[in-house]
C-alpha cells in the first residue's frame, strides 16, 4: 500500500502562482508514474501532468507552458508548479501514482485550487 498526501492548495489571483506537493509514503519513483488530475465541479476528473522513472514528463495541451511537475527522490515528493494561474484552473487537485502493466494504483485526497478573477 502507498499513501499520497498532496499538500500546497489554496487562494490565489489570476496570473499568480502555486505549488502543490504530494509526499509518498514510501519510495515508489522507480516503479510507478506519478500524475496531477484534476476536477472542477460538474465535471470530470482530467489529466494534468505526469512523470516516469526516468524524468520524461507529460501535460496536457491546456496547462503546458504553465506548469511543471517534478521529483524530489530523496524527499519522496511529486510537486506541481503552477504558473500564470486562470480561473479556468480552479479544481481540486489530485496526486495519483501508478504502476505501468499493473492495476495497481492510488490515489491522493486531494487538494483545493481556488484562482479568482
Known amino acids: 500500500q502507498v499513501q499520497l498526501v498532496e499538500s500546497g492548495g489554496g487562494l490565489v489571483q489570476a496570473g499568480g502562482s502555486l505549488r502543490l506537493s504530494c509526499a509518498a509514503s514510501r519510495n515508489i519513483f522507480s516503479s510507478h508514474v506519478m500524475d496531477w488530475y484534476r476536477q472542477a465541479p460538474g465535471k470530470q476528473r482530467e489529466f494534468v501532468a505526469s512523470?516516469?522513472?526516468?524524468?520524461?514528463?507529460n501535460y496536457a495541451d491546456s496547462v503546458k507552458a504553465r506548469f511543471t511537475i517534478s521529483r524530489d527522490n530523496a524527499k519522496n515528493t511529486v510537486n506541481l508548479q503552477m504558473n500564470s494561474l486562470k480561473t479556468e484552473d480552479t479544481a481540486v487537485y489530485y496526486c495519483h501514482a501508478r504502476q505501468p502493466g499493473r492495476l495497481e494504483n492510488y490515489w491522493g485526497q486531494g487538494t483545493q485550487v481556488t484562482v479568482l478573477s
Open positions: 512523470i516516469k522513472n526516468f524524468g520524461y514528463t
